[in-house]
């Protein structure tokens, strides 16, 4: 730790230290001190090597589509079960692969639970640390995409439950009433689910799933119980022509906020990513590829599950102490 304190403080002065800053005449951070530069990975020790280890990268075709903690000796992966749908092989730090099978799956929290194929009955877990989920730890790390080194960053929000969503189609909804039949779409936003599935400006909603509409509300009511991801039928009237389609709803986060510069620049993001009973937000540096992977403290402590990259500064973890409740029913008892 007292390397870690060294290397922070470094970190510091480098960045904020002195008056070549005011001078306008400050240089680069050189590479070694740098989030992923040798001096930075090394303060972090045993801890950095526990995090790597404990961390498989779960592929389908060969391309990584999650990362996994292995929470049993036997092989049993915990992983976010939403991204993970066709994963056929894991691959652990060392290089090893494994092929895998589902063996359970938790749909409140999006977690699933596969066991990688192997002879092996003593692979290396992750330690849980749940005490820290009372105390969020200021600075938190995670195993790259790559398992080759770590990821560090820090809390950045208070503990709380994260409420349902709901779908949506990303359209504004115009006139509505008898007199048109319908409700006329005054706008498609652009890539969103409506846009996707061929809807139309001044295309006019008659049906949703069969049910006959003519007031907004009743739009917004039936689009909203149903969730991200869900497929509708919606009939529309365009020019004295009925037709219908199949709208699979998109994220009301995603959708309206397309123009929002922060979200542009933050790059892809987790399907789903609400309805949890309490998470643990930080802003470790990772790609929504690196969900379903451990988060650790700084001694390798694991106190969490990464499981939705909200953007390119907010990471939502479940944390150890629910996660522990909800392997009791995962893991198979053999």
């Known amino acids: 730790m007292k390397n870690l304190i060294s290397t922070f403080t470094l970190l510091s002065f480098s960045l904020v230290g002195g008056g070549e800053i005011e001078q306008n005449t400050s240089k680069f951070l050189e590479p070694q001190f740098r989030l992923n530069g040798k001096i930075t990975q090394n303060a972090f020790g045993t801890a950095a090597a526990i995090a790597n280890e404990s961390t498989v990268r779960l592929e389908r075709n060969g391309k990584v589509i999650a990362l996994g903690a292995i929470v049993d000796s036997r092989g049993y992966i915990l ?34 639970i596969y066991e990688m194929i192997s002879s092996n009955r003593t692979f290396p877990t992750v330690k849980w640390n749940e005490g820290q989920t009372r105390k969020f730890p200021a600075w938190v790390m995670a195993s790259s ?6 990821r560090i960053g820090v809390s950045s929000g208070t503990p709380r439950k994260i409420g349902r969503e709901g779908g949506v189609m990303g359209v504004l909804l115009g006139a509505d009433g008898k007199r048109n039949g319908g409700i006329r779409i005054a706008e498609v936003v652009p890539q969103a689910a409506a846009y996707k599935a061929g809807l139309q400006n001044n295309d006019v909603i008659v049906k949703i799933d069969g049910r006959k509409v003519v007031l907004r509300d009743q739009v917004i009511k039936l689009v909203s119980d149903k969730d991200p991801g869900d497929l509708i039928r919606v009939e529309v009237e365009r020019k004295s022509k009925n037709l219908t389609f199949g709208v699979t ?86």
């Open 145 to 150: 995409i790559d398992l080759s080194e770590i």
């Open 249 to 334: 709803l998109g994220h009301r986060s995603v959708t309206f906020d397309l123009f929002n510069r922060n979200l542009q620049m933050s790059g892809p993001v987790s399907k789903r990513k609400d309805n949890f009973p309490v998470v643990l937000q930080h802003d470790l540096p990772l790609p929504k590829e690196g969900m379903g992977g451990p988060v650790f403290d700084l001694d390798g402590g694991c106190i969490g599950i990464n499981i939705a990259r909200i953007d390119r500064v907010t990471i939502y973890s479940l944390p150890g102490n629910l996660v522990g409740r909800a392997l009791t029913k995962l893991i198979p008892k053999e």
């Open 79 to 112: 992983t976010k079960a939403s991204s993970c749908v066709g994963a056929r092989q894991a691959v652990a730090s060392d290089g090893q692969t494994y092929d895998i099978r589902i063996r359970k799956r938790e749909e409140e929290l999006d977690l699933a």
